[in-house]
């Protein structure tokens, strides 16, 4: 028996709706549920990595500071003060009492 055009068409929709149906659709839900998981992993790890490398450059540039600050601390220390006018004489020994 022949079939028309339209007939066999049909069946060619009803065959390949079988072949996607269910199963490869829960197939194609897992997938994209899969890449979809990995890729938030990947972005919280890329996250992740952005914040310590901010850590890291916060820690070195507070460790910069420190190094600053004691650097002018020990500048004040060392400052000679009997041949300074007696106000100034009286701020540095001020800023040393502070520092210590």
């Known amino acids: 028996m022949c079939m028309g055009r339209k007939a066999s068409k049909e069946l060619l929709k009803k065959k ?6 269910e199963g490869s659709n829960s ?5 994209f549920w ?7 992993k990947e972005r919280a790890e890329r996250e992740k990595e952005k914040v310590e490398r901010h850590e890291r450059a916060l820690n070195q540039h507070q460790d910069q500071l420190r190094i ?7 500048e004040v220390l060392s400052k000679d003060t009997s041949n ?3 106000n100034l004489a009286a701020y540095y020994e001020h800023l ?3 520092i210590y």
């Not at 390949?16 to 149906?21: L, S």
């Not at 197939?27 to 997938?31: H, K, L, Q, Y």
């Open 84 to 86: 300074m006018e007696p």
């Open 68 to 74: 600053e600050q004691q650097r002018l601390d020990m």
């Open 96 to 98: 040393k009492t502070e």
């Open 27 to 31: 197939t194609f839900t897992a997938e």
């Open 16 to 21: 390949k709706g079988k072949e996607v149906g």
């Open 34 to 40: 899969n890449q979809r998981t990995e890729r938030e």
